[in-house]
Nanobody, 125 residues
């Protein structure tokens, strides 16, 4: 069983930055894909970013120039650095993991087996 624990959310003004962390209960080198997804009130859960076992990264187009996903294998932790935050980034951000997900499926929330509890990010205008 893989357990994920997010932290780092909060309230920030537009243009500000936050760094989210996701601590994983197992060796993340054994995880095919680690990802961040978000869900705004009244909307479906949305893919934000993913990092594969190979180190390749993938982003939602609207965050590509502002967000960076990374991992520290020694700490079994995945990060999401969010810069130039906008009010539309307001959402609950979830860390997700899957051992077997294929590349073509990484943007689909339904393909992830393991989830954290979520951390709220609120961006004020």
């Amino acid at each position: 069983q893989v357990q994920l624990a997010e932290s780092g959310g909060g309230l920030v003004q537009a243009g500000g930055s936050l760094r989210l962390s996701c601590v994983v209960s197992v060796n993340i080198a054994s995880i095919t894909t680690m990802a961040w997804l978000r869900q705004a009130t009244g909307k479906e859960r949305e893919f934000v970013a993913a990092i594969r076992y190979s180190g390749s990264t993938h982003y939602l187009d609207s965050v590509k120039a502002r967000f960076t996903i990374s991992r520290d294998n020694a700490k079994n932790t995945v990060y999401l650095q969010m810069n130039s935050l906008e009010p539309d980034d307001t959402a609950v951000y979830y860390c997700a993991a899957d051992r077997q997900i294929i590349l073509s499926s990484i943007r689909g929330a339904e393909h992830y087996d393991y989830w954290g509890q979520g951390t709220q990010v609120t961006v004020s205008s």
